[in-house]
């Protein structure tokens, strides 16, 4: 049961990687390696690395940041070669209560995510209950969120189903990866964990949540902010993907080319407008493209 290897992404957050350690450190369960993908960091991560003696590391220094979806593939295949009987994933932004693995292990499900709470201790699982691929309506496929059904860890029951994960204390089974294999690098960020959680459902694995393996996050969530940056590309361009893939039925599999023209009707009302629609068109044409062989897609655009 103590056969764990942990996998965690980071790039610049020497102190936040510090807290993700320390909580590492003091699991009541032996962690038998940690796998570090550290993504081109120019702050003092390296260094400090370099003196951290109390947990088993084996470090990867990427000359180029290979965003989220890169260094979480690159790590799990590191950990499964190496033959490990459970991969843990986690953000850098995280910090497990002690006896997260041991709750996560007590379980023993093939595919489990620890429950997220904020620094305040509020429930912040944003894993959802459902993910909707079915009706071309649902803009946002998550329906519900962990937190918006239960609002209180306390109403939980000790396990339940989920439908998408983040890898925020993302626990697997050597058997599902034997079955599906590593994330797909290619997201580079947003959507590389949607991704492999349909995967593992549609190989016929359950996800389950564990009430118990409590992950505290460090950070509030600010995706919303990053519309108008470089990372806006992603999340529209990997969101099509998703729709594209795993949609359904045909008006799911449309419903890209619908938010996009709404989108770049409504940018004409707004002062970034012609940025924004240049991201919309980049982001459906590389959508389309995106199982492509010859499509270089890790280029911004």
Not at 14 to 19: K, N
Not at 50 to 68: A, M, V, Y
Request: charged content about 25%; overall charge neutral; aromatic content about 10%.
């Amino acid at each position: 049961m103590d056969n764990i290897a942990v996998v965690i992404v980071t790039h610049n957050r020497c102190e936040l990687l510090a807290r993700c350690l320390d909580g590492l450190a003091r699991q009541t369960v032996p962690i038998g390696a940690v796998y570090i993908i550290d993504n081109a960091s120019t702050d003092t991560t390296r260094d400090y690395l370099s003196c951290r003696r109390d947990l088993p590391l084996r470090i990867t220094h990427s000359e180029e940041n290979l965003g989220g979806a890169g260094g979480f593939s690159m790590g799990m295949q590191q950990a499964h070669r190496d033959g490990w009987a459970w991969i843990w994933l986690m953000d850098d932004d995280v910090v497990p209560a002690d006896d997260c693995a041991a709750q996560l292990l007590a379980q023993g499900k093939p595919a489990m995510i620890a429950v997220r709470e904020g620094l305040d201790g509020a429930l912040a699982e944003r894993s959802a209950v459902h993910f909707d691929l079915r009706n071309p309506l649902a803009l946002r496929p998550k329906r519900k969120s962990v937190a918006q059904v239960y609002r209180q860890r306390g109403r939980m029951p000790e396990v339940s189903d989920v439908e998408n994960v983040a890898f925020e204390g993302f626990m697997v089974c050597r058997e599902v990866v034997d079955a599906v294999g590593y994330p797909d690098a290619r997201y580079f960020i947003f959507y590389d964990d949607v991704d492999y959680a349909l995967r593992i459902r549609r190989a016929g694995y359950r996800i389950t949540a564990v009430r118990d393996a409590v992950m505290v996050r460090q950070l509030d969530f600010v995706q919303q902010h990053a519309l108008d940056s470089w990372k806006g590309f992603y999340m529209f361009r990997n969101f099509f993907v998703v729709q594209f893939r795993y949609g359904e039925n045909i008006l799911v599999r449309l419903k890209p080319y619908l938010i996009t023209v709404a989108l770049v009707g409504i940018s004409f009302f707004s002062a970034e407008g012609r940025s924004r629609r240049k991201m919309l068109w980049s982001a459906l044409h590389a959508a389309r493209k995106f199982d492509s062989p010859r499509a270089d897609l890790l280029e911004n655009p």
